[in-house]
């Protein structure tokens, strides 16, 4: 079949504006299905980084937006002598908006001597001495950095908030891009006096093959009667929790998804019937001189495929540029999901673009392989 696909591209050439129509539609189709494949994936990809990393965190009981949980500091030292503690770093969190949000902003106040520990940053400019010595300086995401057009040494303020960029870093994790790290004391006083002292979350780092449940179970029963209970899960858990509605509007996405392969179903399937009907007389004179039934069959279903394809090209190739420029992400109660714009959502993609061009080449190419010669040449 692949000698033929000169004939297919002249005859795909010959209707210029409608080969280009439903290239065009095909490939914003895919755009759309590549957009929430990406944040899919990005969901999943956090869960699953969270829970393979063995950290709980301990947030107060009954509260929801990071503003208004308030642990006591020193927690931390009565949680780091239980049996299978690694570590506990404590964590201020301040975030502009606590709703959904395509761009929310989001400071995470950690002790200077404890951020590499606790975090897998390697910065991209800037230096971590820059960033130690300065209590009002900060280190920021790629992500971030990106969105709002964030150089080393510009001064960067939000609501009473106002740090010194210090250094951007990258991470194998693309949600932690998204965030702002400063200094714990720092942004403790800079919420308020009756602040210091508390912090919003204490983050757990266990031992390898301590049990993650037991550990949660016994944090809260430590400080059950303490003044201040705590609510204590597993960091992915906690972060799906966080998201709460969000993840069900980004599963129920995928529903968005379906209806961009029908789309692509639906416009190759009439553009190809019209191609057909049009070239009817056509399919007649290859018969006439030698091609079987099955040779235009496979003719048909050769073009389908091709102007499918084509369209997914364009449209994941499009999308995929959009996401890596734009850095997207989307996060709720201060937990960020990025947009992950990564081979397997391109061949997804391309997958779902040939796989529509086949199937919606079957009646096409059926009725194109049944024309009977005699009165397919009679016809006008």
């Known amino acids: 079949m692949l000698r033929f696909v000169p004939y297919i591209l002249k005859t795909l050439w010959r209707h210029r504006s409608r080969t280009a129509l439903t ?7 895919l755009f759309v299905f590549c957009f929430v ?11 699953e980084r969270q829970s393979a990393k063995g950290t709980l965190i301990a947030f107060q009981a009954n509260k929801f937006c990071p503003a ?53 940053f390697q910065l991209v400019t800037g230096s971590w001495s820059e960033f130690e010595s300065h209590q009002d300086s900060a280190v920021v995401g790629r992500s971030v950095a990106t969105r709002r057009g964030i150089k080393v040494g510009d001064k960067f303020s939000i609501g009473d908030i106002s740090v010194n960029i210090a250094g951007i870093f990258r991470s194998s994790d693309p949600g932690e ?37 037991a550990l949660c179970r016994e944090i809260d029963d430590t400080f059950r009667g303490g003044p201040v209970e705590t609510d204590t899960r597993a960091k992915g858990a906690f972060q799906a929790k966080s998201l709460g509605d969000l993840v069900q509007l980004i599963n129920m ?23 057909v009907e049009d070239r009817i007389r056509e399919h007649a004179v290859l018969q006439t001189l030698g091609f079987s039934g099955p040779r235009v069959f496979g003719i048909v279903m050769t073009e389908c495929m091709i102007l499918s394809f084509a369209g997914g090209c364009l449209g994941v190739g ?25 081979l397997g959502v391109a061949l997804s993609g391309l997958t779902v673009s040939v796989f529509a061009g086949a199937i919606a080449g079957i009646a096409p190419a059926i009725h194109a392989a049944r024309t009977e010669i005699v009165p397919a040449l009679r016809h006008t």
């Open 177 to 213: 891009e998204n965030y702002i790290y400063s200094h714990l004391d720092f942004l403790q006083r800079t919420r308020g006096a009756n602040l210091v002292g508390t912090v919003t979350q204490l983050e757990v780092l266990l031992e390898p093959g301590a049990d993650p449940d």
């Open 68 to 120: 208004t949980s308030h642990l006591p500091q020193d927690y931390d030292s009565q949680i780091a002598r239980l049996n299978g503690v690694k570590d506990v770093v404590p964590v201020q969190v301040f975030t502009n908006n606590c709703r959904a949000s395509l761009d929310v902003i989001v400071f995470y106040g950690v002790p200077a001597d404890r951020i590499q520990s606790a975090r897998d």
């Open 37 to 47: 494949a990406a944040i899919q994936q990005g969901m999943d990809d956090l869960q």
């Open 318 to 342: 499009t999308a995929l540029l959009v996401l890596k420029v734009s850095s997207l992400s989307v996060a709720a109660e201060a937990v960020a999901v990025a947009f992950s714009p990564s």
């Open 23 to 29: 290239v065009s539609g095909s490939a914003v189709a």
């Open 253 to 275: 996405a995928r529903y968005l998804g379906y209806a961009c392969v029908g789309l692509v179903l639906a416009l190759v399937a009439t553009t190809t019937i019209m191609s």
